[in-house]
């Protein structure tokens, strides 16, 4: 059997969907590279889990790579500063690159950032005192940036995924250092790209009122020519078919989940164990879709594991109401509250990426199939609560 080239978790061999913000991410380096200047405010992508935020990131930083720039990532996290970790991925990228030898300065100022930010406990002396962690993101983003310049790159490509999860004032001093990369007389040829969660833009203009000047975009549900696109393509490479109607079949099963797509992709090909020339047919992805979905119900059983009993009532209430989109008003009726009671775990459930606005007081299930998870979680709970109790004396209270 070839290896399947579908990868529910990581990377997809084909980024199917995402031609648009790719592009809009290749024009925001255009300008660096043509003028030698910041990229400009803050560019975001956000959307729920599973939508292929950080496969699209990944995508970008390497076409970035590949293009010219010197390119860094990090990951916000809410337990740890991001200057370090910054401080450390730009050293380690500087090391792995052709810069070694020019960039025996900049190294020094990384590791002492890593040192006097990163070590809790670290002594701190008059020049760390000097050093914030503000100081130290813009300062180091400023040198290496300057280097790469100077060394025949276009300038450096910053990639920060979970931007959400960063401390706030780490956000703040991100942005405040494009503000004043964009303001410089010399310009600093920086651009910084953002993926996270719906709570991602509110963390923005929370961190900086400026912040609302960071172009954000939404990335949504793939449609069909995507959904085959990211199915037969990979295939196609390895010299392998997928017959028509397996793909319609598909499209009606994944409903344009990203991940339900790849998951759905690598069971299929799990069953049919093809070799190169094969066809992949609707047997195999009706016999494949089993494993799929239980990896999806075990996903779902996850994101439930962390609500909170307000967050799971108004879920269990969504679900009730149908699969597509219900009132706020509907919602609160079913639950006997008034619907300001319902803000504060919405707008929880939204940042989480569980549920997102679908018009004025409408709200919607960002992942096709969590309704249908949740009411069968209900019936499983209602069934076990009316079950005779084991002495035959009728049914359980409990």
Known sequence: MIQSPYSPGSLPVYLAGRGHELQVVRDRLARVEALGRSGGPLLAFYGPRGYGKTSLLRAAQREALADGYLTVWVTGREDAPLAPDLAGALAEEVRDSSLLAQASALLASLDKVQVELGVPGAKITADTAARRPGDAIEGSLKQAAQLARQHDRHGLAVFVDEFQDAPTADRRSLLIALQHFDGAPKGQPVAVIAAGLPALPSAVTAAATFGERSDF???????????????????AQLGVHWA????????????????????????????????????????????????????????????????????????????????????????????GVPTEALSRPRQELIGRGLIEPAGHGRLQFTVPGFAAFLRGQTEDTLELETQPDRRGTGYSAE
């Open 244 to 335: 028509q109607e397996a793909l319609e079949y598909a499209i009606e099963a994944t409903r344009g989940y990203p991940h339900e797509i790849q998951l759905l992709g690598e069971a299929t090909w799990n069953v049919a164990r093809p070799a190169q020339g094969d066809t992949i047919t609707i047997g195999h992805v009706r016999s494949g879709q089993e494993t799929a979905e239980r990896r999806m119900d075990q996903l779902f059983q996850a994101r439930i594991a962390k609500t909170t009993d307000d967050q799971r009532r108004l879920l269990d209430a969504m679900a009730s109401l149908g699969d597509g989109p219900a009132t706020r008003g509907s919602i609160a009726a079913l639950l």
């Open 217 to 235: 975009h939404e990335l949504r549900l793939l449609n069909d020519v995507a959904t085959v696109e990211a199915l037969k393509l990979p295939a």
